[in-house]
């Protein structure tokens, strides 16, 4: 697979349709074309009240349009920008990023905010902020939300300020590579997933849990010396960790692994 760089200028949606492509999913201009059409109707529910824009919005984005869950939901078609606006099916980031977008064209400001699982959009008219769900286009209260972070971390998690931060175009994109790279591994395409990673990491160079997901990820492929000298690093850098001393086995095991060239 061809070497990609992440650039840091980061557009939506163009970004996300060129990282698809490059992983050999949606094509680029087929996913433009899509996002052009979508993004020239939307002009039509212009009025002059921005809370009747944004309800307008709703109503069309979920029930003319008919965007909606997609059923294979942690596939990697659900978490494909292009494949979202193409067949008007995906995940909770995928359907909060084309809302998002089609806000914007209709002057409204909505963000993406990153819950632990879930994507949700958070919506700030004349002084009322509110949560949407991108799946259904539902308001959700704050015992809501708390739900979805406890479904995600366990009963006993706290829904922390830090959660409803309100997302850089970065940290959505990112998001989405992960997203990508989960439904890689669902279906064993690990040289996709692989690259996924490789990815991740020019952006996030220190986050030494990629290197650990990038050596499980090239273990599959049989390239056990990318696999060793990613958890090597990993042990380097993060001595303390809980799982460092697993992760010691996991390495010594490796080693002893035939190994595949490619």
Known sequence: MAKHQMKDAVKIPETAFEITQHLGFSQEKKALWAWYEIAGSVMSLYVEDQQQRFEGLLYWFYDDLDFCVRDDYFSVDAADLGRCIMTRQGNSTTLATVLILLAKQLDISLEAVLLPGHTVVRSHINDNVIYIDPLTG???SRHQL?????????????????????????????????????????????????ECCNLLLQWHPDDVSLNRERAFIAQQLGCIKVAISDLQHFIDS????????????QLKELSQQPQTYH
């Not at 739900?147 to 998001?175: C, D, F, H, Q």
């Not at 993060?238 to 086995?249: A, G, L, R, Y």
Request: glycine content about 4%.
């Open 138 to 140: 539902q308001q959700l």
């Open 146 to 194: 708390h739900i979805l972070v406890r479904g995600e971390l366990g009963n006993s998690a706290m829904l922390k300020p830090k959660y409803l931060k309100t997302a850089s175009l970065k940290r959505l994109i990112t998001r989405m590579l992960h997203e990508l790279k989960a439904g890689c591994i669902v279906t064993q395409k690990f040289e996709q997933a692989m």
């Open 238 to 249: 993060s001595p303390h960790d809980p799982v460092t001393e697993i992760v010691k086995i």
